[in-house]
Protein backbone atom coordinates (compact mmCIF):
# COMPACT_ATOMS: atom_id res chain seq x y z
CA UNK A 1 0.00 0.00 0.00
CA UNK A 2 0.84 3.82 -0.87
CA UNK A 3 2.32 5.12 2.28
CA UNK A 4 2.74 9.17 2.19
CA UNK A 5 6.57 10.33 3.68
CA UNK A 6 5.07 14.04 5.48
CA UNK A 7 8.99 14.46 6.13
CA UNK A 8 12.25 13.99 6.17
CA UNK A 9 15.51 15.09 7.62
CA UNK A 10 18.33 15.42 4.17
CA UNK A 11 21.76 17.01 4.19
CA UNK A 12 19.96 20.08 3.05
CA UNK A 13 17.69 20.61 5.32
CA UNK A 14 14.26 19.37 6.75
CA UNK A 15 11.82 18.46 3.74
CA UNK A 16 8.15 18.27 4.03
CA UNK A 17 5.13 17.48 2.19
CA UNK A 18 2.87 20.69 1.76
CA UNK A 19 -0.55 19.26 3.23
CA UNK A 20 -2.11 22.64 3.01
CA UNK A 21 -1.71 21.75 -1.15
CA UNK A 22 -3.13 18.53 -0.89
CA UNK A 23 -4.80 16.43 -2.87
CA UNK A 24 -4.68 19.28 -5.44
CA UNK A 25 -0.48 19.59 -5.52
CA UNK A 26 2.16 17.17 -4.21
CA UNK A 27 4.89 19.83 -3.22
CA UNK A 28 7.46 19.38 -1.38
CA UNK A 29 9.70 22.29 0.72
CA UNK A 30 12.81 22.20 2.28
CA UNK A 31 13.56 24.38 5.63
CA UNK A 32 16.99 25.80 6.55
CA UNK A 33 16.27 27.13 9.27
CA UNK A 34 14.07 26.37 12.73
CA UNK A 35 11.80 29.39 12.54
CA UNK A 36 10.90 28.11 9.10
CA UNK A 37 10.13 24.62 10.62
CA UNK A 38 8.00 26.99 13.68
CA UNK A 39 6.50 28.73 10.80
CA UNK A 40 5.58 25.33 9.07
CA UNK A 41 3.65 24.00 12.47
CA UNK A 42 2.35 26.71 13.10
CA UNK A 43 0.91 27.30 9.59
CA UNK A 44 -0.27 23.27 9.28
CA UNK A 45 1.91 22.42 6.67
CA UNK A 46 2.51 19.73 8.56
CA UNK A 47 -0.46 18.56 11.54
CA UNK A 48 -0.85 15.41 13.41
CA UNK A 49 0.33 15.15 16.78
CA UNK A 50 3.20 12.59 16.55
CA UNK A 51 4.09 14.45 13.39
CA UNK A 52 4.19 17.58 14.51
CA UNK A 53 6.69 15.81 17.10
CA UNK A 54 9.07 14.45 14.60
CA UNK A 55 8.40 18.01 13.50
CA UNK A 56 9.73 19.58 16.51
CA UNK A 57 12.54 17.15 16.79
CA UNK A 58 14.20 18.23 13.48
CA UNK A 59 13.31 21.69 14.20
CA UNK A 60 15.69 21.73 17.68
CA UNK A 61 18.08 19.97 15.65
CA UNK A 62 18.33 21.92 12.59
CA UNK A 63 18.63 24.91 15.05
CA UNK A 64 21.42 23.24 16.83
CA UNK A 65 23.17 21.74 13.40
CA UNK A 66 22.78 25.45 11.41
CA UNK A 67 23.85 27.91 14.15
CA UNK A 68 26.35 30.34 13.96
CA UNK A 69 27.43 29.63 17.03
CA UNK A 70 31.22 29.22 17.30
CA UNK A 71 31.80 27.92 20.84
CA UNK A 72 29.64 25.37 23.08
CA UNK A 73 28.95 28.67 25.47
CA UNK A 74 27.25 30.07 22.71
CA UNK A 75 25.63 26.97 21.62
CA UNK A 76 24.24 26.50 25.30
CA UNK A 77 23.05 30.13 25.29
CA UNK A 78 21.32 29.85 22.48
CA UNK A 79 19.92 26.64 22.51
CA UNK A 80 16.41 27.95 24.84
CA UNK A 81 15.73 30.25 22.37
CA UNK A 82 15.57 27.84 19.55
CA UNK A 83 12.98 25.21 21.86
CA UNK A 84 11.22 28.43 23.21
CA UNK A 85 10.37 28.85 19.56
CA UNK A 86 9.51 25.71 18.06
CA UNK A 87 7.02 25.45 21.93
CA UNK A 88 5.23 28.33 21.20
CA UNK A 89 3.66 27.44 18.02
CA UNK A 90 1.14 24.80 18.83
CA UNK A 91 -0.42 24.35 22.41
CA UNK A 92 -2.13 21.01 22.57
CA UNK A 93 -0.55 18.41 20.46
CA UNK A 94 1.10 17.19 23.55
CA UNK A 95 3.82 15.28 21.40
CA UNK A 96 5.23 18.54 20.42
CA UNK A 97 6.42 19.11 24.26
CA UNK A 98 7.84 15.56 24.34
CA UNK A 99 9.80 15.70 21.26
CA UNK A 100 10.84 18.82 22.86
CA UNK A 101 12.28 18.16 26.64
CA UNK A 102 13.62 14.57 24.91
CA UNK A 103 15.87 16.85 22.90
CA UNK A 104 16.85 19.17 25.26
CA UNK A 105 18.12 15.82 27.33
CA UNK A 106 19.98 14.62 24.28
CA UNK A 107 21.91 17.94 23.80
CA UNK A 108 22.74 18.34 27.95
CA UNK A 109 23.98 14.55 27.64
CA UNK A 110 25.88 15.67 24.63
CA UNK A 111 27.07 18.82 25.73
CA UNK A 112 28.75 17.35 29.27
CA UNK A 113 31.37 15.24 27.39
CA UNK A 114 31.64 16.49 23.57
CA UNK A 115 32.60 19.19 21.69
CA UNK A 116 30.33 21.22 19.81
CA UNK A 117 30.53 19.31 16.34
CA UNK A 118 29.94 16.05 18.57
CA UNK A 119 26.84 18.03 19.65
CA UNK A 120 25.34 18.64 16.85
CA UNK A 121 25.83 15.30 15.43
CA UNK A 122 23.61 14.01 18.50
CA UNK A 123 21.50 16.19 17.91
CA UNK A 124 20.56 15.78 14.38
CA UNK A 125 21.06 12.00 14.98
CA UNK A 126 18.76 11.90 18.07
CA UNK A 127 15.84 13.93 15.93
CA UNK A 128 15.92 10.53 13.67
CA UNK A 129 15.56 8.44 16.15
CA UNK A 130 12.29 9.81 16.83
CA UNK A 131 11.32 9.72 13.51
CA UNK A 132 12.45 5.81 13.17
CA UNK A 133 10.64 4.96 16.70
CA UNK A 134 7.40 6.50 15.51
CA UNK A 135 7.57 4.66 12.26
CA UNK A 136 8.15 1.27 14.32
CA UNK A 137 5.30 2.99 16.79
CA UNK A 138 2.83 2.91 14.42
CA UNK A 139 3.36 -0.99 13.14
CA UNK A 140 2.54 -2.08 16.95
CA UNK A 141 -0.25 0.32 17.30
CA UNK A 142 -1.77 -1.40 13.57
CA UNK A 143 -1.24 -4.57 15.18
CA UNK A 144 -2.81 -4.46 19.04
CA UNK A 145 -5.79 -2.73 17.11
CA UNK A 146 -6.17 -4.25 13.92
CA UNK A 147 -8.15 -7.21 15.94
CA UNK A 148 -10.53 -4.57 17.06
CA UNK A 149 -12.04 -4.09 13.30
CA UNK A 150 -15.02 -5.93 12.10
CA UNK A 151 -13.89 -9.10 9.67
CA UNK A 152 -15.94 -7.49 6.89
CA UNK A 153 -18.02 -3.98 7.26
CA UNK A 154 -17.55 -0.14 7.74
CA UNK A 155 -15.20 1.54 10.07
CA UNK A 156 -15.29 5.76 10.75
CA UNK A 157 -12.75 7.59 11.61
CA UNK A 158 -12.31 11.26 11.97
CA UNK A 159 -10.21 14.09 10.53
CA UNK A 160 -6.31 12.28 9.44
CA UNK A 161 -4.70 9.92 11.70
CA UNK A 162 -2.67 8.59 8.60
CA UNK A 163 0.91 8.79 7.53
CA UNK A 164 0.62 12.31 6.69
CA UNK A 165 -0.23 12.60 10.32
CA UNK A 166 2.42 10.60 12.07
CA UNK A 167 5.41 10.27 9.56
CA UNK A 168 4.81 6.28 9.71
CA UNK A 169 2.12 4.17 8.61
CA UNK A 170 -0.61 6.31 10.50
CA UNK A 171 -2.55 5.53 14.42
CA UNK A 172 -5.83 5.42 13.31
CA UNK A 173 -5.22 4.62 9.28
CA UNK A 174 -2.49 2.27 10.80
CA UNK A 175 -4.96 0.03 12.33
CA UNK A 176 -6.97 -0.08 9.40
CA UNK A 177 -4.58 -0.09 7.26
CA UNK A 178 -2.84 -3.29 9.21
CA UNK A 179 -6.61 -4.96 9.09
CA UNK A 180 -6.55 -4.64 5.59
CA UNK A 181 -3.28 -6.48 5.16
CA UNK A 182 -4.28 -9.31 7.52
CA UNK A 183 -7.20 -10.23 4.92
CA UNK A 184 -9.84 -8.34 6.73
CA UNK A 185 -12.32 -6.54 4.44
CA UNK A 186 -12.91 -3.34 5.56
CA UNK A 187 -15.06 0.10 4.44
CA UNK A 188 -13.81 3.45 5.38
CA UNK A 189 -16.46 6.19 6.01
CA UNK A 190 -14.45 9.75 6.03
CA UNK A 191 -16.34 12.74 7.64
CA UNK A 192 -15.20 16.07 5.86
CA UNK A 193 -13.72 17.40 9.09
CA UNK A 194 -14.73 21.01 8.46
CA UNK A 195 -13.34 23.60 8.46
CA UNK A 196 -9.70 22.65 7.60
CA UNK A 197 -11.12 19.24 5.40
CA UNK A 198 -8.48 17.27 6.67
CA UNK A 199 -11.02 14.64 5.96
CA UNK A 200 -11.77 15.31 2.85
CA UNK A 201 -8.39 16.59 1.45
CA UNK A 202 -5.62 14.32 3.62
CA UNK A 203 -7.68 11.28 4.48
CA UNK A 204 -9.32 10.53 1.97
CA UNK A 205 -6.14 11.27 -0.62
CA UNK A 206 -4.51 8.21 1.48
CA UNK A 207 -7.32 5.71 1.38
CA UNK A 208 -7.56 6.50 -2.45
CA UNK A 209 -3.49 6.14 -2.89
CA UNK A 210 -3.15 2.99 -0.76
CA UNK A 211 -6.32 1.39 -2.66
CA UNK A 212 -8.78 1.36 0.37
CA UNK A 213 -12.50 1.66 0.08
CA UNK A 214 -13.92 4.85 1.03
CA UNK A 215 -16.71 6.95 0.95
CA UNK A 216 -16.62 10.35 1.59
CA UNK A 217 -19.69 11.97 3.96
CA UNK A 218 -20.01 15.15 5.44
CA UNK A 219 -19.94 16.05 9.35
CA UNK A 220 -23.34 16.27 9.46
CA UNK A 221 -24.06 12.60 7.85
CA UNK A 222 -21.62 11.06 10.71
CA UNK A 223 -24.95 10.27 13.10
CA UNK A 224 -27.20 8.82 10.17
CA UNK A 225 -24.42 6.20 9.10
CA UNK A 226 -23.51 5.15 12.46
CA UNK A 227 -27.44 4.38 13.11
CA UNK A 228 -27.72 2.83 9.28
CA UNK A 229 -24.20 2.29 7.61
CA UNK A 230 -23.54 -1.22 9.26
CA UNK A 231 -20.39 0.68 10.98
CA UNK A 232 -18.41 -2.46 13.14
CA UNK A 233 -16.25 0.34 14.88
CA UNK A 234 -14.63 3.65 14.98
CA UNK A 235 -11.17 4.88 15.57
CA UNK A 236 -9.34 8.21 15.80
CA UNK A 237 -6.58 9.61 16.79
CA UNK A 238 -5.43 11.91 19.54
CA UNK A 239 -3.14 14.90 20.26
CA UNK A 240 -3.38 15.09 24.26
CA UNK A 241 -4.69 12.09 26.11
CA UNK A 242 -5.68 12.61 30.16
CA UNK A 243 -4.37 10.03 32.85
CA UNK A 244 -7.81 9.00 33.25
CA UNK A 245 -8.33 8.31 29.56
CA UNK A 246 -10.35 11.82 28.46
CA UNK A 247 -8.94 12.44 24.83
CA UNK A 248 -8.29 15.60 23.17
CA UNK A 249 -8.71 15.16 19.28
CA UNK A 250 -9.66 16.88 16.26
CA UNK A 251 -13.07 19.14 16.78
CA UNK A 252 -16.15 16.93 15.76
CA UNK A 253 -14.47 13.92 17.58
CA UNK A 254 -16.71 14.32 20.58
CA UNK A 255 -19.82 13.87 18.97
CA UNK A 256 -18.98 11.10 17.07
CA UNK A 257 -18.60 9.59 20.19
CA UNK A 258 -21.89 10.20 21.69
CA UNK A 259 -23.39 8.84 18.21
CA UNK A 260 -21.29 5.96 18.20
CA UNK A 261 -22.39 4.87 21.99
CA UNK A 262 -25.79 5.83 21.34
CA UNK A 263 -25.68 3.35 18.29
CA UNK A 264 -23.87 0.70 20.18
CA UNK A 265 -21.15 0.91 18.02
CA UNK A 266 -17.13 0.75 19.85
CA UNK A 267 -15.28 3.79 19.46
CA UNK A 268 -11.18 3.56 19.89
CA UNK A 269 -8.17 5.93 20.37
CA UNK A 270 -5.02 4.77 18.65
CA UNK A 271 -2.38 6.82 20.06
CA UNK A 272 1.52 6.52 20.80
CA UNK A 273 2.27 6.46 24.82
CA UNK A 274 4.00 9.85 23.65
CA UNK A 275 0.47 11.91 23.24
CA UNK A 276 -0.47 10.57 26.51
CA UNK A 277 -0.21 13.51 29.52
CA UNK A 278 -0.40 11.98 33.27
CA UNK A 279 0.29 14.84 34.41
CA UNK A 280 -3.21 15.99 33.75
CA UNK A 281 -6.16 14.56 35.53
CA UNK A 282 -8.56 14.83 33.60
CA UNK A 283 -10.06 16.67 30.05
CA UNK A 284 -10.95 19.59 31.84
CA UNK A 285 -7.64 21.10 31.64
CA UNK A 286 -6.35 20.17 28.37
CA UNK A 287 -5.28 23.84 26.80
CA UNK A 288 -7.35 23.80 23.13
CA UNK A 289 -5.86 25.86 20.40
CA UNK A 290 -8.30 28.16 18.84
CA UNK A 291 -7.77 28.93 15.14
CA UNK A 292 -8.20 31.45 12.88
CA UNK A 293 -12.04 32.85 12.15
CA UNK A 294 -10.92 32.71 8.11
CA UNK A 295 -11.13 28.91 8.30
CA UNK A 296 -14.73 28.98 8.56
CA UNK A 297 -15.70 32.21 6.74
CA UNK A 298 -13.25 31.67 3.73
CA UNK A 299 -12.50 28.58 1.28
CA UNK A 300 -9.48 29.21 -0.80
CA UNK A 301 -9.73 32.62 -0.29
CA UNK A 302 -13.66 33.07 -0.80
CA UNK A 303 -15.92 34.69 1.93
CA UNK A 304 -18.97 31.80 1.82
CA UNK A 305 -20.50 33.93 5.32
CA UNK A 306 -20.99 37.06 6.53
CA UNK A 307 -18.68 38.50 8.78
CA UNK A 308 -19.96 37.60 12.11
CA UNK A 309 -18.32 36.10 15.22
CA UNK A 310 -16.82 33.18 14.54
CA UNK A 311 -15.78 29.88 17.27
CA UNK A 312 -13.50 27.94 15.55
CA UNK A 313 -11.45 25.79 18.77
CA UNK A 314 -9.53 22.89 16.90
CA UNK A 315 -9.82 20.34 19.10
CA UNK A 316 -12.72 18.57 21.45
CA UNK A 317 -12.41 16.55 23.94
CA UNK A 318 -14.26 12.77 23.98
CA UNK A 319 -15.34 11.68 28.20
CA UNK A 320 -13.06 8.41 28.63
CA UNK A 321 -16.39 6.92 29.27
CA UNK A 322 -17.49 6.96 25.66
CA UNK A 323 -14.06 4.95 24.41
CA UNK A 324 -13.82 1.46 24.47
CA UNK A 325 -10.24 1.18 24.44
CA UNK A 326 -7.46 3.32 23.46
CA UNK A 327 -4.62 1.44 21.35
CA UNK A 328 -1.10 2.04 22.40
CA UNK A 329 2.17 0.62 20.90
CA UNK A 330 2.52 -1.27 24.37
CA UNK A 331 -1.34 -3.03 24.55
CA UNK A 332 -4.19 -1.87 24.96
CA UNK A 333 -5.85 0.30 27.68
CA UNK A 334 -9.16 -0.56 28.98
CA UNK A 335 -11.21 1.00 31.90
CA UNK A 336 -9.92 2.08 33.93
CA UNK A 337 -8.27 4.29 32.23
CA UNK A 338 -6.38 5.45 35.30
CA UNK A 339 -4.56 1.80 36.49
CA UNK A 340 -3.97 0.56 32.37
CA UNK A 341 -2.80 3.71 31.15
CA UNK A 342 -0.26 4.03 33.72
CA UNK A 343 0.50 0.86 33.45
CA UNK A 344 1.22 0.63 29.56
CA UNK A 345 3.49 4.55 30.22
CA UNK A 346 5.59 2.38 32.88
CA UNK A 347 6.05 -0.66 29.96
CA UNK A 348 7.34 2.00 27.24
CA UNK A 349 9.39 3.54 29.46
CA UNK A 350 10.97 0.39 30.53
CA UNK A 351 11.63 -0.10 26.59
CA UNK A 352 9.25 -2.36 25.82
CA UNK A 353 7.32 -1.25 22.44
CA UNK A 354 5.09 -4.19 21.87
CA UNK A 355 3.44 -6.35 24.94
CA UNK A 356 -0.10 -8.43 25.82
CA UNK A 357 -3.17 -6.18 25.87
CA UNK A 358 -3.56 -4.42 29.03
CA UNK A 359 -7.07 -6.14 30.83
Known amino acids: MHVAEP ?5 EGVVMIDQRRLPAELVHLTYTDYREVANAIRDMVIRGAPAIGVAAAMGVALGVV ?3 ARSLAELRAEFPIIC ?19 MKRRFDEAAATSDIDAVRTAMAAEAQRIHEEKKATDEAIGHFGAA ?13 AGALATAG ?19 VFVPETRPYLQGARLTAWELHEAGIPLTLITDNMVGHFLKTGDVGAVVVGADRIAANGDTANKIGTYQIAVLARENSVPFYVAAPISTLDLTISSGETIPIEQRAATEVTHLHGVRIAPDVHVANP ?7 RLIAGIITECGIARPPYVESLTLLARLRASGDVVHPVAR
Open 169 to 187: IGTALGVIRIAIEQGRKLH
Open 66 to 68: RSP
Open 148 to 160: LMPENGHVMTQCN
Open 314 to 320: AFDVTPA
Open 7 to 11: IVWTS
Open 84 to 102: STIAQTRPTAVDLFWAIER
